[in-house]
């Protein structure tokens, strides 16, 4: 499809696409709507509600923070002390808490520093609390929860010219911070994009060509493969359902590049994983998001040709992990590319927002339905247990049960700089019984480490429930 590139901050769209778009093959955004925020970062919490973030109101102060009710109801939840959480890396731990490493202090211009500083948002009281520091400044790091339920600190910024390359993993029994040996240092670029295999071991797949390995029973890096590509700057990287198949998506060789099309899989279930191309998207992209559906298809949203937001696509687009192929869906009106964030909901809808100064309505969000959303009668969990352990049967109850065809754990969104911190999707073995679901959980903290999770049922026809928060211990 040829392009319309308008100037900067207007829509990229096709000269063949139909001016109303079809719901059914397409799905539909609804209206933007204000928050009075820039979401530079988005968390989907166990209450449902979503906590988004931007820098501080001025030069002292805690970052600008609120609660977005799917209701509508915004509230107010700024950082209530002198710490600004811009720019750090954040990861829903086993507890509950929102974990968030690291951020900035603002000086003059070309010399921000990067913190030791962590903190710790509760969902339950929707309050605030310092955490413990790090042994390094991290402005721009990476985070996730390992099995074990302990966060990994990977990278970034401690200044302008220096890259933390000291891994720190935070024990939540201890609430303290330990350094890994110097075996697992590595100079890592800002925002690793990082993925916990169903070996327990921490896959980093961006942003340099390169892609490693951390192996924790040796605290050592182990060369994993070359993009094909080259460097995906700014790129996507997701772990694709079924845990052994990771794919990278977009992104540029270098900041002032244009963006690629192109993404590649590498499979873990092959004895040498190599990456190798899949189907290219209709549009080159940086900047964008990238979010697992209950259907296990995954939506990629906004972006642009260029670093920033020069030249912002319109159109999302939908990758289907069977048959490898994309479907270009219906087009946000409120663009999003740089310091845009997207991620999934309890309903199934797609929440969109965020954006840089370059683009126009940089406060508000918009809501995506899928195509699944407009494919009849949505099956309804009754009744669900609230906690589930490892390896564990357990009923679901629904009247629903001779049509499900699949039963899946999604884990919630927290998401910033084109990054989904956790994102997983984890398939459940199930059976049907005296018309109920009897599925079982996960066999370990590697398949799914411990935490809250959405639990879809999804109908023959691919339509998902909304879904049942649970929790994971």
């Not at 820039?38 to 973030?53: D, M």
């Not at 029973?217 to 993009?227: D, E, R």
């Not at 590509?229 to 060789?253: D, E, H």
């Not at 590498?266 to 964008?288: C, G, K, L, N």
Request: glycine share 10%.
């Amino acid at each position: 499809m040829a392009l319309i590139v308008i100037a900067s901050g207007q829509i990229a769209s096709a000269t063949d696409k139909p001016a109303v778009n079809d719901p059914i093959t397409e799905g539909e955004w609804g209206a933007p709507f204000d928050i009075g925020i820039t979401a530079i970062h988005s968390t989907l919490l166990q209450s449902g509600k979503v906590l988004v973030w931007e820098s501080t109101n001025g030069p002292s102060g805690g970052s600008h923070a609120v609660l977005w009710d799917p209701s509508g109801t915004l509230t107010d939840v700024s950082v209530p002390y002198d710490r600004d959480i811009f720019c750090g890396g954040q990861v829903p731990m086993a507890d509950g808490r929102l974990m968030v490493i690291g951020g900035v202090v603002w000086q003059h211009a070309g010399s921000q520093v990067g913190v030791v500083e962590t903190d710790f948002f509760d969902a339950t009281t929707e309050t605030w609390s310092p955490g413990p520091n790090m042994s390094e400044k991290r402005w721009y790091p990476g985070a996730i929860e390992c099995a074990d339920g302990k966060i990994l600190a990977i990278g970034g910024w401690e200044d302008t010219k220096t890259m933390s390359t000291t891994m720190e993993l935070y024990d939540p029994a201890t609430n303290a911070f330990t350094t890994l040996p110097q075996t697992a240092d590595k100079n890592v670029w800002i925002y690793p994009r990082t993925v916990l295999l169903k070996n327990g071991k921490v896959f980093m797949a961006g942003q340099n060509q390169d892609t490693n390995t951390l192996d924790f029973n040796t605290n050592t890096w182990s060369f994993t493969g070359n993009f094909n590509y080259g460097k995906r700057f700014i790129g996507m990287t997701v772990l694709l359902p079924g845990l052994s198949q990771v794919m990278a998506i977009g992104g540029g060789v270098d900041v002032d590049e244009l963006a690629t099309e192109t993404a590649e899989i590498i499979d873990f279930s092959q004895p040498t994983p190599s990456w190798s191309y899949t189907t290219s998207m209709e549009y080159p992209r940086v900047h964008a998001n990238a979010v697992l559906l209950p259907d296990g298809k995954v939506l990629v949203v906004g972006g642009c040709h260029r670093r920033l937001a020069e030249e912002p696509v319109a159109p999302a687009e939908l990758f289907d992990p069977v048959s490898q192929t994309w479907t270009e869906m219906a087009e946000l009106q409120a663009l999003k590319a740089h310091h845009s964030t997207a991620l999934l909901l309890p309903d199934g809808r797609v929440w969109s927002a965020g954006g840089d100064q370059r683009v126009p309505l940089q406060t508000y969000a918009q809501i995506y339905s899928p195509p699944y959303l407009f494919k009849g009668a949505r099956p309804i969990i009754s009744r669900v247990p609230q906690t589930i352990a490892y390896r564990q049967s357990f009923s679901i109850t629904t009247a629903d049960a001779a049509n499900i065809t699949r039963i899946a754990l999604i884990k919630l969104g927290a998401t910033t700089h084109d990054e989904n911190f956790d994102q997983r999707y984890v398939d459940l073995a199930f059976q049907k019984k005296d018309g109920r679901l009897k599925a079982n959980s996960p066999g370990d903290g590697k398949q799914a480490p411990p935490g809250y999770y959405m639990l879809f049922i999804v109908n023959g026809d691919g339509v998902p429930s909304v879904a049942s928060m649970v929790q994971l211990q």
